[in-house]
């Protein structure tokens, strides 16, 4: 049984956020007043991070095939921002890796399977271990007003402890196709997923328009973290077609949760 979870290029302004690794070891932005953050509960684990040729971002995992057992773990599907992995998508031996909770790794072949470069979104498959469970994907997209909750791995965030998650409110000119939200971001972020209030993927990270100086700084000090306003994801149109390609090719039917 498959378990879905469902309940041109990107703008000329909208910057990439590729973050290399970082010592940080608490939630990045704590403390500074930027985020209102939200209580960590079941649906976060689903969270995973993700390393590809050109840098690292986040990710959340929406499905997991438990037809196809592959060792202590099954075939599943993680959805990310199309520029956190654009790297490897034609690449003969792509790069990418995704990490899970409690350090684990996915197997080696991860891949991506279905894109879309304009809508900044894009599907890998991977190997899951067992004890991980997907996320459930909205199947309304939001409006104008909806409260949300974003969720990524910005500024080296340690993907065991100290995972960024952080309420907003979509603003205008939200759309079936992309959200918008008063809240600024981080590099590492891109590729998180956007939550509704049932708890359900609504979106996925893609950046945001402008980097500011918010102040903030690495964990030695030293270095300033640039920070981007406002934040900008996709919504869940661009999300669905990718799923519905996925299943027009292996020729499945998504489940919903």
């Known amino acids: 049984m498959t378990r879905f979870a469902f309940s041109t290029s990107t703008a000329l302004f909208l910057l990439c956020f590729l973050s290399m690794s970082s010592s940080a070891s608490a939630q990045v932005g704590k ?39 592959i060792a202590k773990g099954y075939e599943g599907y993680v959805l990310t921002a199309w520029h956190v992995v ?18 684990k790794t996915g197997a080696k072949g991860c891949r991506v399977v279905q ?20 996320v459930a994907m909205a199947t309304d997209p939001i409006k104008s007003g909806d409260k949300l909750e ?10 065991d402890c100290c995972i960024r998650h952080f309420s907003a409110t979509a603003s205008s000119p939200s759309s079936l196709e992309k959200i918008f939200a008063d809240v600024p971001l981080l590099p590492g972020d891109s590729g998180g997923p956007v939550f509704n209030e049932k708890k359900e993927v609504v ?4 950046g945001g328009w402008f980097w500011w100086n918010s102040g903030l700084k690495s964990k030695d000090g030293n270095q300033h973290i640039r920070t981007t306003w406002p934040a900008r994801a996709s919504n869940v149109g ?17 489940k919903n949760y």
């Open 31 to 69: 403390g500074s007043g930027l985020w209102e953050w939200t209580e960590y509960d079941s649906h976060h684990s689903a969270i995973v991070e993700i390393h590809s040729g050109g840098g690292s971002g986040t990710g959340v995992l929406i499905s997991i095939n438990e037809d196809k057992k």
């Open 150 to 159: 974003f969720a990524g791995l910005g500024g080296g965030s340690k993907l």
């Open 203 to 206: 979106g996925i990270i893609s």
């Open 86 to 103: 654009q790297d490897d998508v034609d690449a003969v031996e792509p790069k990418i890796k995704v990490k899970f909770r409690g350090q």
């Open 238 to 254: 661009p999300i669905q077609s990718l799923m519905a390609k996925l299943n027009k090719v292996e020729g499945t039917t998504t």
């Open 115 to 134: 894109y879309d470069e304009h809508k900044d979104v894009a599907l890998v498959w991977v190997w899951v271990p067992e004890g991980i469970e997907p």
